[in-house]
């Protein structure tokens, strides 16, 4: 039950965190092109992300915070790719074909940023933040 109990909190974090990534996606989206404003928004909802799921749900006491920042960030490349793709091919491909005219980039960006849900929180449990990851830093930064 308590994995269960995990994951829902890890969707709703993730939730949480698409939303602040849509939100900052569609201020940076004045600046720069759709494409651009979904790379720049990423690091602002990944640093989010990263500090609700050690606290809430993954509690990892061991190990280096920055070493899991590190593992956190590799994951999240991953699936960034898979939203850039999905978001980008959905949006520019998949929407005008269909006649999709309601706030096209907005529905694709969200579809794709739920995409990697289930790969994300096996690899966060079984890479970024599995027990015993042990990593020598400083003692300031544990």
Avoid at 31 to 57: D, G, K, T
Avoid at 79 to 93: E, G, M, N, P
Wanted: a positive charge; proline letters at 4%; hydrophobic letters at 55%.
């Amino acid at each position: 039950m308590n994995r269960y109990k995990d994951f829902v909190i890890f969707v709703i974090i993730g939730g949480v965190a698409s939303l602040v990534n849509l939100v900052v996606r569609v201020a940076f989206n004045y600046l720069f092109s759709y494409e651009i404003a979904i790379i720049l928004a990423f690091p602002v909802a990944l640093s989010f992300a990263f500090i609700l799921n050690r606290w809430l749900i993954f509690k990892a006491d061991t190990g280096s915070w920055t070493g899991q920042f590190g593992r956190f960030l590799i994951v999240n490349l991953v699936a960034l790719v898979q939203i850039f793709v999905i978001s980008v091919l959905l949006a520019r491909f998949v929407f005008p074909r269909i006649g999709m005219q309601f706030h096209p980039d907005l529905l694709a960006h969200a579809i794709g940023l739920v995409s990697p849900i289930c790969t994300s929180y096996w690899a966060h449990k079984r890479y970024t933040f599995r027990p015993g990851t042990t990593v020598k830093s400083s003692p300031g930064l544990r």
